[in-house]
T-cell receptor, first 115, second 113 residues
Framework: AQSVAQPEDQVNVAEGNPLTVKCTYSVSGNPYLFWYVQYPNRGLQFLLKYITGDNLVKGSYGFEAEFNKSQTSFHLKKPSALVSDSALYFCAVRDIGGQGFSFIFGKGTRLLVKP | GAGVSQTPSNKVTEKGKYVELRCDPI?????LYWYRQSLGQGPEFLIY????????DSGLPNDRFFAVRPEGSVSTLKIQRTERGDSAVYLC???????????FGQGTRLTVV
């Protein structure tokens, strides 16, 4: 069965500092990996995805993520955090070749960027 | 519209009543998903449609939950005999195909009292 783990409930970072939000996954086949962001009282917004190819993928708002197959990780990163990045971040995986067609989401990590 | 539209945005119903939640996906998107999100949790998969058919309904919690997509576009999630534990935000998403990213609507907040 596929699963996603986001080990941190909250990540605190000072504005201007680099940030990392961690995600590890488990699938039986090959993974499609995604990051979404959710602002208060808003829907989920797509940030970036890894399907195949270059392990470093770039997405919206200056975010990027690195796919590491050996560590089964897909950590979200940004070189310089902004206060406006404060939100709830979700990692999701889809098991290509496995059973089912759903995106499985992690429980989310709250990012708090302090001025 | 340009995005996924869900109606109503809020629904309050009494325990035992029947409710319908509507999702209007992005035009041309063949894949449609329903998720449920409880406070402090990630979205929980309910059902996936490819076209008109439910390709994966393994996430529906019990037979009180049912969803349709008769013409391959708009979908309706139906909940019979609602219970207080059904209270959550119900999210709909669509994607061009099953192998691309999904775009989510704003959700319907269901409160069962």
């Amino acid at each position: 069965a596929q699963s996603v783990a986001q080990p941190e409930d909250q990540v605190n970072v000072a504005e201007g500092n680099p940030l990392t939000v961690k995600c590890t996954y488990s699938v039986s086949g090959n993974p499609y990996l995604f990051w979404y962001v959710q602002y208060p009282n808003r829907g989920l917004q797509f940030l970036l995805k890894y399907i195949t190819g270059d392990n470093l993928v770039k997405g919206s708002y200056g975010f990027e993520a690195e796919f590491n197959k050996s560590q089964t990780s897909f950590h979200l990163k940004k070189p310089s955090a902004l206060v406006s990045d404060s939100a709830l971040y979700f990692c999701a995986v889809r098991d290509i070749g496995g059973q089912g067609f759903s995106f499985i989401f992690g429980k989310g990590t709250r990012l708090l960027v302090k001025p | 519209g340009a995005g996924v539209s869900q109606t109503p945005s809020n629904k309050v119903t009494e325990k035992g009543k029947y409710v319908e939640l509507r999702c209007d996906p992005i035009s041309g998107h063949t894949a449609l998903y329903w998720y449920r999100q409880s406070l402090g949790q990630g979205p929980e998969f309910l059902i996936y449609f490819q076209g008109t058919g439910a390709a994966d309904d393994s996430g529906l919690p019990n037979d009180r939950f049912f969803a349709v997509r008769p013409e391959g576009s708009v979908s309706t999630l139906k909940i019979q005999r609602t219970e207080r534990g059904d209270s959550a935000v119900y999210l709909c998403a669509s994607s061009i195909t099953q192998n691309t990213e999904a775009f989510f609507g704003q959700g319907t907040r269901l409160t069962v009292v």
